[in-house]
């Protein structure tokens, strides 16, 4: 069954309107924040994990890699909950050579 036209096109406004108010209500680190922070931050990852930065770049910890085909997902302006292998894009959500 389609969707009529006016509420696909309200879902992608709506889409839109979310995205952006995301942007512009992304968090900013205080100034000296990273002095006041304490990190307890690996220096080795087990396997299938790679150290990435956390919110603000204070510290570093280990996040899953997720390989082609697997689930990703970015948020803009938070901090990545997992990362795709070296050649992979995250893509519509999933792992993949090339994004279409």
Known sequence: MELP???????LLLVLIVVV?????RFNCPPEYCLR???????????NETLLPTF??????????????????LLFGAPL??????GL?????ICQRECP
């Not at 108010?21 to 209500?25: A, I, N």
């Open 5 to 11: 036209l006016v509420t696909t096109v309200t879902t």
């Open 21 to 25: 108010t995301c942007q512009e209500q």
């Open 37 to 47: 922070v304490k990190c307890v931050s690996d220096e080795f990852c087990p396997k």
């Open 56 to 73: 603000c770049g204070c510290c570093r910890r280990c996040v899953p890699v997720i390989g082609e085909g697997g689930t990703c997902l």
């Open 81 to 86: 909950t997992s990362v795709c292998q070296k």
């Open 89 to 93: 894009h995250c893509c519509s959500g």
